[in-house]
């Protein structure tokens, strides 16, 4: 077993907030995906223990970079990502962007403002729509429409564990500056009860959150492969509901996640208006795997 499989948590890709390289994602695309996930949850496990030193936690994180790099083959995720990369002549910048988000939240445990935020969601949550559009051949010009998706994505899970964040990791993605304008601090997050200040910061952050998926709107039918595109519909249309959700609910001591009876129709909805708008839209020459 290597270092960092000796921290890992357990959790797998059926175990996210969203839909990770599922049914929908053509069988030929999956093992790379699956590997690049792998690798990224690899080095979140070890980014997140809760009683490792920083010090060990960036050396695992080294490490991986290492396998992944060719330098070693101690990590298994990295020597596998680096075989799937290799397979399809991809370099490993995106997994390399994410290894910095890893290094970010070992050593930076508080945001200034939004800017601040989305610095972080650049390497943190956008190479991953990044890769995984590259894994489908798709243009760099949709890449603005994904990393506005996947900032959302990233922001939401960020405020659904706000709580549980701060008590196990003293790490607080809310910016400092939307505590200061509701009148409530990091401290508000220990408490059973999300306090009327502290609902009010989080339902401002997820006003901006649902800008951000108004920006990725045009994300799904701007990709060419019809499979692709299908997964992302659904995505984007549980961050709406889940953004919904935190404007509405407290998420530290209601439940915000959906269930799989929950997110069944939104994802059988989302799909069925992709491909009445891919019939009906101006005839292209589309890609289906």
């Given at each position: 077993m290597s270092a960092a499989e000796n921290v890992s948590s357990?959790?797998?890709?059926?175990?996210?907030?969203?839909?990770?390289?599922?049914?929908?994602?053509?069988?030929?695309?999956?093992?790379?995906?699956?590997?690049?996930?792998?690798?990224?949850?690899?080095?979140?496990d070890v980014a997140d223990h809760a009683s490792l030193a920083p010090e060990q936690k960036l050396a695992l994180i080294d490490g991986l970079e290492r396998?992944?790099?060719?330098?070693?083959?101690?990590?298994?995720?990295?020597?596998?990502?680096?075989?799937?990369?290799?397979e399809r002549r991809l370099p490993p910048r995106h997994a390399l962007d994410l290894l910095t988000a890893f290094r970010l939240d070992v050593t930076k445990r508080r945001y200034a403002?939004?800017?601040d935020l989305m610095d972080y969601c650049a390497f943190s949550a956008m190479p991953v729509g990044r890769f995984v559009c590259d894994v489908h051949g798709e243009p760099r010009s949709i890449w603005p429409a994904n990393d506005a998706l996947c900032a959302a994505l990233q922001v939401i899970n960020h405020l659904q564990d706000c709580a549980k964040d701060y008590r196990d990791l003293d790490r607080v993605y809310i910016p400092r500056d939307a505590f200061a304008a509701a009148g409530t601090g990091p401290e508000a997050l220990a408490e059973p009860r999300a306090s009327p200040a502290l609902l009010a910061c989080i339902r401002g952050l997820a006003e901006r959150t649902a800008g951000l998926l108004e920006e990725a709107r045009p994300f799904a039918r701007s990709i060419g492969h019809t499979r692709l595109a299908?997964?992302?519909?659904?995505i984007h249309r549980l961050a709406q509901r889940l953004t919904q959700g935190l404007m509405k609910r407290d998420p530290l001591s209601e439940r915000v996640h959906?269930?799989?009876?929950?997110?069944?129709?939104l994802a059988l909805a989302a799909m069925g208006r992709t491909m009445l708008g891919r019939l009906f839209r101006r005839p292209v020459l589309e890609r289906v795997s």
């Open positions: 357990g959790k797998g890709h059926r175990d996210e907030n969203f839909p990770v390289a599922s049914w929908l994602i053509a069988a030929r695309h999956r093992p790379a995906i699956l590997a690049f996930y792998r690798f990224v949850r690899a080095a979140d396998s992944l790099l060719g330098r070693d083959n101690g990590e298994p995720a990295g020597v596998a990502l680096r075989a799937a990369l290799a403002d939004w800017n299908l997964e992302v519909a659904v959906l269930s799989g009876a929950e997110s069944a129709p």
